[in-house]
């Protein structure tokens, strides 16, 4: 009597340690197939549309806008052309809708649209984040990408200063960051987009009012290139 007893606790511990390793064994499975998930990110067609501009908001600028889609579900609308960093990660500019009724408007919301940032998109984990770009502001200049490097015309917090600056994706703090001229109010841009060179990575900020200036790029520091070096290397 007690060897069946024996034997049918043997049966019975491994009847659950069979069960226990089959249920180890699903959801491993089941975790890896969701890990290996392949997302399809797709942008949507192009339409027209207009967006305020001008320090008075008083004039209108036409511009093509599409939607981003990850897994068929709506996520962004962008505008621009994506710029491609790796063969996993791009970088493509936003565009916003925004609510513009004022607090006693209580119809419907009035929608309009606003340039914004840029978001880095990644074609493997199907994820899309902003961009961190310090007093970056939509309407100061156009933002030009080299590699994971991308130059803008910032304007500081008390809207006085124009800076040029380099963000490198992936850091928090700016590579260049450099007062490169003044902030005028008449609503134009500030400056053009920045001008990239390579080998070695150079980068040139032309202000609206103001000479060129170059500074060189090396991983996280930056300095300024002197004119007589600027001509070596055109020559």
């Not at 419907?108 to 970056?136: E, K």
Request: with cysteine.
């Amino acid at each position: 009597m007690r060897a069946n007893l024996a034997t049918g606790v043997c049966l019975s511990y491994c009847l659950l340690m069979r069960t226990f390793f089959v249920l180890i064994l699903v959801f491993g499975a089941s975790f890896a197939l969701a890990a290996s998930k392949t997302h399809v990110i797709t942008f949507g067609k192009w339409t027209t549309i207009k967006w305020a501009a001008g320090p008075d908001e008083d004039k209108t600028v036409d511009a093509k806008v599409r939607a981003i889609y990850v897994d068929g579900q709506l996520k962004e609308f962008t505008v621009g052309v994506p710029h491609e960093i790796t063969e996993r990660l791009f970088a493509v500019r936003r565009v916003l809708r925004v609510n513009d009724a004022l607090p006693q408007e209580t119809s419907a919301p009035r929608w309009i649209w606003q340039p914004g940032g840029w978001l880095m998109v990644d074609r493997v984990s199907g994820h899309i984040a902003q961009i961190n770009l310090p007093d970056f502001d939509p309407y100061a200049s156009p933002a030009s990408w080299y590699r994971d490097y991308v130059a803008y015309c910032g304007v500081s917090d008390d809207g006085k200063k124009l800076e040029g600056v380099v963000v490198q994706s992936g850091k928090r703090k700016p590579v260049l960051k450099k007062k490169i001229g003044e902030v005028s109010n008449d609503g134009e841009p500030l400056c053009a987009a920045p001008d990239w060179q390579r080998q070695p990575a150079r980068v040139s900020f032309q202000p609206k009012a103001g000479d060129k200036l170059t500074y060189s790029i090396r991983s996280r520091a930056a300095e300024a290139v002197k004119e007589e070096e600027e001509e070596e290397n055109s020559e």
